[in-house]
C-alpha cells in the first residue's frame, strides 16, 4: 500500500498569506496524485488531478507541482474560503489512499 | 448536472447488515467507475471501494474486504454496497464519488454522503 504523508499537520495563516502544503508518498507514483479540499459538513472538492491540472471551475490561485513521490499544493493568496482541510490522493496503485490532510485554519 | 444521491445508512448492531445505495444522474453512467469513500468522525478520508462502468471489477481496502459486495445495476444507474459483519471501527459517513475514469482514477463528483453508526 502507498502511504500518503502530509505535512504540516495544521497550518495557522491571514488571508492574503501564501500557501504551501506538502504531500510525499512511500515509493513513486509518477503523476498519479490529486488535491482535494473539504469544509466541515461538506463532502470533499477535487481541486487538482494528474499533479497540476486544475479541475473545472477551480481558481487560478490554486496551482500543484512535483513528481515522482513529492508534491506540492500552492495557494497564491488566501481567501476567507479557503480555509478547509486539504488532502492528497494517490491513482498509481491499488488500493487507491489519501493522505491524512492538512488543516489550513484563521491565525 | 452531475448528482449522486446516497441512501441507506443507520443505526446497526455490531455483526449486523447494511445497504447502502448510491443513485447517479446528469452523465452516461456505464462509462464511469464509482467508489465509495468513508470518513470516520473527525477522521480523514479513507477509500473503501470502487467498481468498474461495466461492473465486471471491483477492488476493495483490507479492512473490508470479505465483507463488503460493491455492485450495480446499470439499467437503473444504481450502486449498491452491500455490508455484512459490520464493527464499531465501520462507522462512518460513506460517501459515494465518481472516477474520472472507466476504472478506478480520481474522485471528481461526490455525493452528499450517508451516516452510518455501528453500535450497541
Same mark, same amino acid.
Given at each position: 500500500e502507498i502511504v500518503l504523508t502530509q505535512s504540516p499537520a495544521t497550518l495557522s495563516l491571514s488571508p492574503g498569506e501564501r500557501v504551501t502544503l506538502s504531500c510525499r508518498a $512511500?515509493?513513486? +507514483? *509518477? %503523476? !498519479?496524485l490529486a488535491w482535494y479540499q473539504q469544509k466541515p459538513g461538506q463532502a470533499p472538492r477535487l481541486l487538482i !488531478?494528474?499533479? $497540476?491540472n486544475r479541475a473545472t471551475? +477551480?481558481?487560478?490561485r490554486f496551482s500543484g507541482s512535483g513528481s515522482g513521490a513529492d508534491f506540492t499544493l500552492t495557494i497564491s493568496s488566501l481567501e476567507p474560503e479557503d480555509f478547509a482541510v486539504y488532502y492528497c490522493q494517490q491513482? *498509481? %496503485?491499488?488500493?487507491l489512499t489519501f493522505g491524512g490532510g492538512t488543516k489550513v485554519e484563521i491565525k | 448536472e452531475v448528482q449522486l444521491l446516497e441512501s441507506g445508512g443507520g443505526l446497526v448492531q455490531p455483526g449486523g447488515s447494511l445497504r447502502l445505495s448510491c443513485v447517479a444522474s446528469g =452523465?452516461? =453512467?456505464?462509462s464511469y467507475g464509482v467508489s465509495w469513500v468513508r470518513q470516520a468522525p473527525g477522521k480523514g478520508l479513507e477509500w473503501v471501494s470502487a467498481i468498474s462502468g461495466g461492473g465486471d471489477a471491483t477492488n476493495y481496502a483490507d479492512s473490508v474486504k470479505g465483507r463488503f459486495t460493491f455492485s450495480r445495476d446499470n439499467s437503473k444507474n444504481t450502486l449498491y454496497l452491500q455490508m455484512n459483519?459490520?464493527?464499531?471501527?465501520?462507522?462512518a459517513v460513506y460517501y459515494c464519488a465518481r472516477n474520472t475514469?472507466?476504472?478506478?482514477? /480520481? /474522485?471528481d463528483y461526490w455525493g452528499q454522503g450517508t451516516l452510518v453508526t455501528v453500535s450497541s
Open positions: $512511500s515509493q513513486s +507514483i *509518477s %503523476n !498519479y !488531478y494528474d499533479v $497540476s471551475g +477551480i481558481p487560478a491513482r *498509481s %496503485n491499488w488500493p | =452523465f452516461t =453512467f456505464i459483519s459490520l464493527r464499531a471501527d465501520d462507522t475514469a472507466i476504472r478506478g482514477g /480520481f /474522485f
